[in-house]
């Protein structure tokens, strides 16, 4: 997979405060036009890329992830363009460099569970978001994984257009999920990345979801070229 590195530089202005290190969060990572084209190019991927999920549907590039490893694929040029970009920023290894893209689409009022990305990646993911925001919720990770609402650690608002980036403690202590709703309140109690966002936005305000594509791209380190016999 050939990456184009844009060589871009990251600030530390864009690390979220008063949470556990470390989560980065940039707004308009990426242009309207560029949104447009992810989404369209999603949309128009052929119908036997799609899983379909109970709460959402799914599609993998360069391969599906598994524990005996991930037989390698090559990434399309149009979305080797955005791996390139997160690549140019220089937080992965030069080693690990992004390799994956799962693209999650959620239709209003559909969301996922509470959940670790895991050990069949390196521990820094990025997701970059197009169409509509999210809340993307935290919890203190526990020995059974078991989550309860009472537990909310914080939370974080994912705008269209945006890049968000988990590493550190965010990736191995906590565990993340969104909540099945059509709108979301405002709340600075929780949201922890208000000052960041590029809309400022009032206490107590409802914005209602669109249908929002996340594009998360990451590196899995076990890889192979060969087709692998992952049944018994």
Avoid at 1 to 15: G, H, K, P, T
Avoid at 28 to 33: G, L
Avoid at 83 to 100: A, R
Avoid at 147 to 174: A, C, G, P, Q
Wanted: hydrophobic share 35%; net charge positive.
């Amino acid at each position: 997979m050939d990456l184009v590195c844009e060589n871009l530089e990251i600030s530390s202005a864009s690390i979220v405060p008063k949470i556990p290190r470390t989560v980065r969060y940039i707004p308009n990572f990426i242009t309207p036009e560029e949104e447009i084209e992810i989404i369209k190019r999603v949309n128009n991927s052929p119908l036997p890329k799609w899983t379909q999920l109970s709460h959402r549907r799914l599609q993998n590039w360069g391969g599906i992830p598994h524990p005996k490893g991930m037989i390698a694929e090559e990434i399309p040029a149009w979305l080797t363009k955005y791996v390139g970009k997160i690549s140019g920023l220089q937080i992965f290894p030069e080693t690990k460099l992004p390799n994956h893209v799962l693209i999650n689409e959620y239709l209003p009022g559909q969301g996922i569970m509470a959940h670790s990305d895991g050990p069949l990646f390196h521990p820094i993911v990025t997701t970059i978001s197009c169409g509509s925001h999210t809340l993307l919720d935290f919890y203190k990770r526990n020995e059974t994984d078991h989550v309860e609402v009472s537990n909310l650690e914080f939370t974080l608002l994912l705008e269209r257009r945006s890049l968000l980036i988990l590493e550190n403690d965010l990736y191995h202590k906590y565990l993340h999920s969104i909540s099945e709703r059509h709108c979301d309140t405002i709340s600075r109690k929780n949201i922890m990345n208000l000052d960041l966002c590029a809309v400022k936005y009032q206490e107590n305000e409802v914005i209602d979801r669109g249908t929002r594509l996340s594009l998360t791209i990451r590196h899995v380190p076990k890889t192979s070229k060969l087709k692998l016999k992952l049944g018994r």
